[in-house]
């Protein structure tokens, strides 16, 4: 009995690594020192010392979406677990599943104002999806498998486990907790028969039909994609994504429409205003997708299929919600329709083709490559062209213009390649998010899609990344600009650039070589494939940038506040649209 | 949507007895932009340590939906039944009503607790406290009576609520 005693910190990791965790992102401090001291005694888990706590919560976000893995994180009390507040509430949004360990106080100074202290549970309730404090060792096992079912079982999101450092020291024997079912939390996987049998039905008497669907299918495991690909297939509807469901279904196939949304392109959209039966597949009807609300898809039946209810007729009511995980509804739908006698035909499905077809003639992302300034949208289509035929690329993104772009030029063919801030929008996501795909897929080729504006608010990853001497790219779309905010500042604000010029930019070729990365640049269009060859090739962390067209705008775009049909193609169509007061006054 | 009238809801939330459990609630209710017209809590079953949170919000039907499942998918919470909703229900507030007069005023105010069955729990030379149990509508009718009488202070516990007949809030024990 004596024998199996041990303290707090040491059962923490053998409770973590029972969980099969082989990796932790992390930064020590004064409260979990306890812990540094067991990971030192220890080999099962490997801890990566990032530079700032919010890249650890970004880089266990990458980690986790790359693999279908809980990212686990570990960080002290105090500006520990604030720094990684940003993260949380990122992850929250995006419904990643993280675990955020935290350092506390030891549990009588809680509540004194002690150094490092901060109300962790209180900060970080409405960022998580569930929070914990342990208050006895004994608890501690126990406490730890509950945050991985929690952080990983319904929707998926973020789980922090505040630990303060007496429980950490504590002696308790470790006795790994029995398999049980949770007390309270039993999300529903399966969806209702009756109304599955409801959707069905309306499916097969739609004629102008399309799926809309999200990250929810690839949060559901690939079993969930290839579950969508046969249904989608099956029916002969057209699909298209959202930004978190990139990948979902691939890009290459004719039945995809690309992404939808403020910069879908033109065929998505207006196929989401058309249709007549909308089949919504593990997305929440966010803002950025249905533009106004209230002439979003105006004549559609519409169909919910998401495992939290809370989505279900939150933003647009709905005519059938289906409550369950996207693999096993998706694969109820496919049994049901396969069923089905009477559904339309290719023919009956042709005038809808033939008028996509006319949408799709626009070619809405179109751009004019000329002479010697490259332009971004042109950028990202020589990188994806140069790496489409590997099978283990991974891109990530920062948040802005670079970001829609990427969403837009590249493409993808497969779940969990695809890392990027969607609900948040975080700046600063993209290159401690790389990191940790790469951490986790060691010989892919993983590519940080940048600004430069965001790769600068957390730079500081760059030493990380070479301490760990991980092959991570950055493709920086340098136009001196916070590109998304100067495109907006001259759509809605009369071109006032009010501080979105990016004053004193780094030489980021210095940059990378201070940080024992590669630094490589192109200037002009000429320069471009023989960077990307280079940056490829080259095994070792790369700083890419590449200077682009300064006052490219990213379109198509609906503007805020309008409806899908009112797209803007493109600088033709700003000056005869001028946006609406309404619309200025939101995000 | 927006055209949808609101109405008042009474619903009831079976929750872990655990720290921070009502925080999570009142945080989902202000983060999210929802009333909160009352809210009770209390510990009802020890020995399964739950509490039971009575609250009464108003809203759409779409709101009161969200709220609803909102509430649903915190991990502390157990059950949450809209009393409103399903089927009829038993809504009872107790009041400590405190009023200050002498002569005719301070008749009349045991007059009219008298009619409402209201208790007299303290009573000094000049002043009573009353306990009065009842419907929201009940309690409000008795506090604007005793205004002109002399009315200094009332404490209200909120409302608790429970459905009628023989099923209880949880599905299975």
């Given at each position: 009995?004596?024998?199996?005693?041990?303290?707090?910190?040491?059962?923490?990791?053998?409770?973590?690594?029972?969980?099969?965790v082989?990796?932790?992102?992390?930064?020590?401090?004064?409260?979990?020192?306890?812990?540094?001291?067991?990971?030192?005694?220890?080999?099962?888990?490997?801890?990566?010392?990032?530079?700032?706590?919010?890249?650890?919560?970004?880089?266990?976000?990458?980690?986790?979406?790359?693999?279908?893995?809980?990212?686990?994180?570990?960080?002290?009390?105090?500006?520990?677990?604030?720094?990684?507040?940003?993260?949380?509430?990122?992850?929250?949004?995006?419904?990643?599943?993280?675990i955020?360990?935290?350092?506390?106080?030891?549990?009588?100074?809680?509540g004194?104002?002690?150094f490092?202290?901060?109300?962790?549970?209180?900060?970080?309730?409405?960022?998580?999806?569930?929070?914990?404090?342990?208050?006895?060792?004994?608890?501690?096992?126990?406490?730890?498998?509950?945050?991985?079912?929690?952080?990983?079982?319904?929707?998926?999101?973020?789980?922090?486990?505040?630990?303060?450092?007496?429980?950490?020291m504590?002696?308790?024997?470790?006795?790994?907790?029995?398999?049980?079912?949770?007390?309270?939390?039993?999300?529903?996987?399966?969806?209702?028969?009756?109304?599955?049998?409801?959707?069905?039905?309306?499916?097969?008497?739609?004629?102008?039909?399309?799926?809309?669907?999200?990250?929810?299918?690839?949060?559901?495991?690939?079993?969930?994609?290839?579950r969508?690909i046969?249904?989608?297939?099956?029916?002969?509807?057209?699909?298209?994504?959202?930004?978190?469901?990139?990948?979902?279904?691939?890009?290459?196939?004719?039945?995809?429409?690309?992404?939808?949304?403020?910069?879908?392109?033109?065929?998505?959209?207006?196929?989401?205003?058309?249709?007549?039966?909308?089949?919504?597949?593990?997305?929440?009807?966010?803002?950025?997708?249905?533009?106004?609300?209230?002439?979003?898809?105006?004549?559609?039946?519409?169909?919910?299929?998401?495992?939290?209810?809370?989505?279900?007729?939150?933003?647009?009511?709905?005519?059938i919600?289906i409550?369950?995980?996207?693999?096993?509804?998706?694969?109820?739908?496919?049994?049901?329709?396969?069923?089905?006698?009477?559904?339309?035909?290719?023919?009956?499905?042709?005038?809808?083709?033939?008028?996509?077809?006319?949408?799709?003639?626009?070619?809405?992302?179109?751009?004019?490559?000329?002479?010697?300034?490259?332009?971004?949208?042109?950028?990202?289509?020589?990188?994806?062209?140069?790496?489409?035929?590997?099978?283990?690329?991974?891109?990530?993104?920062?948040?802005?213009?670079?970001?829609?772009?990427?969403?837009?030029?590249?493409?993808?063919?497969?779940?969990?390649?695809?890392?990027?801030?969607?609900g948040?929008?975080?700046?600063?996501?993209?290159?401690?998010?790389?990191?940790?795909?790469?951490?986790?897929?060691?010989?892919?080729?993983?590519?940080?899609?940048?600004?430069?504006?965001?790769?600068?608010?957390?730079?500081?990853?760059?030493?990380?990344?070479?301490?760990?001497?991980?092959?991570?790219?950055?493709?920086?779309?340098?136009?001196?600009?916070?590109?998304?905010?100067?495109?907006?500042?001259?759509?809605?604000?009369?071109?006032?650039?009010?501080?979105?010029?990016?004053?004193?930019?780094?030489?980021f070729?210095?940059?990378?070589?201070?940080?024992?990365a590669?630094?490589?640049?192109?200037?002009?269009?000429?320069?471009?494939?023989?960077?990307i060859?280079?940056?490829?090739?080259?095994?070792r962390p790369?700083?890419?940038?590449?200077?682009?067209?300064?006052?490219?705008?990213?379109?198509?775009?609906?503007?805020s506040g309008?409806?899908?049909?009112?797209?803007?193609?493109?600088?033709?169509?700003?000056?005869?649209?001028?946006?609406?007061?309404?619309?200025?006054?939101?995000? | 949507?927006?055209?949808?009238?609101?109405?008042?809801?009474?619903?009831?939330?079976?929750?872990?007895?655990?720290?921070?459990?009502?925080?999570?609630?009142?945080?989902?209710f202000?983060?999210?932009?929802y009333?909160?017209?009352?809210?009770?809590?209390?510990?009802?079953?020890?020995?399964?340590?739950?509490?039971?949170?009575?609250i009464?919000?108003?809203g759409?039907?779409?709101?009161i939906?969200?709220?609803?499942?909102?509430?649903?998918r915190?991990?502390?919470?157990?059950?949450?039944?809209?009393?409103?909703?399903?089927?009829?229900?038993?809504?009872?507030?107790?009041?400590?009503?405190?009023?200050?007069?002498?002569?005719?005023?301070?008749?009349?105010?045991?007059?009219?607790?008298?009619?409402?069955?209201?208790?007299?729990?303290?009573?000094?030379?000049?002043?009573?406290?009353?306990?009065?149990?009842?419907?929201?509508?009940?309690?409000?009718?008795?506090?604007?009576?005793?205004?002109?009488?002399?009315?200094?202070?009332v404490?209200?516990?909120?409302?608790?609520?429970?459905?009628r007949?023989?099923?209880?809030?949880?599905?299975?024990?």
């Amino acid at each position: 009995m004596a024998s199996n005693r041990m303290n707090g910190a040491r059962i923490l990791l053998k409770a973590l690594a029972d969980q099969g965790v082989d990796v932790l992102f992390g930064y020590p401090g004064g409260a979990v020192l306890p812990i540094y001291d067991e990971l030192f005694k220890q080999n099962d888990i490997r801890h990566i010392l990032v530079r700032q706590e919010g890249g650890a919560v970004h880089a266990a976000e990458g980690y986790a979406r790359s693999t279908g893995k809980v990212g686990v994180v570990l960080v002290t009390s105090g500006p520990g677990a604030t720094n990684s507040v940003t993260g949380l509430t990122d992850a929250y949004m995006d419904s990643i599943p993280v675990i955020c360990l935290t350092g506390q106080v030891p549990t009588h100074l809680i509540g004194n104002d002690a150094f490092q202290e901060a109300d962790t549970m209180g900060i970080t309730r409405p960022c998580t999806k569930h929070n914990y404090l342990v208050k006895d060792v004994n608890a501690l096992a126990q406490i730890v498998q509950e945050a991985f079912y929690v952080a990983k079982n319904g929707r998926p999101g973020p789980v922090v486990i505040d630990l303060p450092k007496d429980v950490l020291m504590a002696l308790a024997p470790y006795v790994q907790p029995p398999k049980t079912q949770h007390r309270s939390y039993r999300p529903q996987v399966k969806g209702d028969k009756a109304l599955i049998r409801e959707a069905v039905a309306l499916m097969a008497s739609a004629k102008r039909p399309v799926f809309y669907c999200g990250g929810g299918v690839i949060n559901s495991g690939p079993t969930a994609s290839r579950r969508l690909i046969n249904l989608v297939r099956d029916t002969g509807f057209p699909i298209t994504l959202t930004l978190m469901g990139l990948g979902a279904y691939p890009a290459a196939d004719e039945q995809y429409l690309g992404m939808l949304g403020m910069h879908g392109t033109y065929e998505a959209n207006l196929a989401m205003h058309g249709c007549d039966v909308m089949i919504c597949v593990g997305a929440r009807f966010d803002d950025r997708i249905t533009g106004k609300i209230s002439e979003f898809a105006p004549n559609a039946k519409k169909i919910h299929i998401d495992i939290d209810p809370s989505s279900i007729n939150k933003n647009v009511e709905v005519d059938i919600g289906i409550v369950g995980d996207c693999a096993s509804v998706l694969g109820e739908l496919q049994k049901v329709w396969t069923e089905t006698r009477k559904k339309p035909s290719k023919k009956d499905l042709a005038p809808w083709w033939e008028q996509i077809a006319i949408w799709r003639a626009r070619d809405c992302l179109r751009y004019h490559q000329a002479g010697d300034v490259i332009k971004p949208q042109y950028a990202i289509e020589r990188l994806y062209e140069a790496t489409k035929k590997r099978k283990d690329v991974y891109i990530t993104t920062e948040v802005g213009q670079h970001q829609m772009w990427a969403a837009q030029y590249f493409r993808f063919e497969k779940p969990n390649h695809w890392m990027t801030s969607g609900g948040l929008g975080t700046m600063g996501y993209g290159l401690p998010a790389a990191m940790g795909v790469q951490v986790a897929h060691p010989d892919a080729l993983v590519i940080d899609i940048a600004g430069e504006a965001s790769l600068l608010m957390n730079i500081q990853e760059m030493s990380t990344i070479a301490q760990y001497r991980l092959p991570v790219k950055a493709f920086i779309l340098n136009n001196e600009y916070m590109g998304m905010v100067r495109q907006w500042q001259e759509l809605l604000h009369g071109g006032r650039y009010s501080e979105s010029y990016m004053e004193s930019l780094p030489d980021f070729v210095k940059l990378a070589e201070a940080f024992g990365a590669v630094g490589l640049r192109a200037e002009k269009a000429s320069d471009l494939d023989g960077v990307i060859q280079e940056m490829i090739k080259i095994d070792r962390p790369v700083l890419a940038d590449i200077m682009v067209d300064k006052t490219e705008n990213c379109f198509p775009m609906i503007p805020s506040g309008s409806a899908h049909n009112e797209m803007l193609l493109g600088p033709e169509d700003e000056a005869a649209r001028p946006i609406s007061e309404e619309g200025m006054v939101l995000v | 949507m927006s055209e949808a009238t609101e109405r008042k809801h009474t619903i009831a939330v079976l929750v872990d007895n655990e720290p921070g459990v009502l925080a999570r609630v009142i945080g989902l209710f202000s983060g999210r932009g929802y009333n909160i017209e009352s809210l009770t809590v209390a510990s009802v079953d020890l020995a399964d340590n739950l509490s039971r949170i009575n609250i009464v919000t108003s809203g759409t039907p779409m709101v009161i939906e969200q709220i609803k499942a909102q509430l649903s998918r915190l991990v502390p919470v157990h059950e949450v039944k809209d009393l409103t909703l399903e089927g009829p229900s038993v809504e009872r507030e107790l009041a400590l009503v405190k009023v200050k007069g002498r002569g005719e005023k301070r008749v009349e105010s045991l007059r009219i607790a008298d009619i409402f069955r209201a208790q007299v729990v303290d009573s000094a030379n000049d002043s009573f406290v009353f306990e009065v149990v009842g419907s929201s509508d009940k309690l409000n009718a008795f506090i604007e009576l005793m205004q002109p009488l002399g009315l200094i202070d009332v404490s209200r516990t909120g409302v608790v609520a429970i459905a009628r007949g023989a099923k209880g809030i949880r599905r299975k024990k």
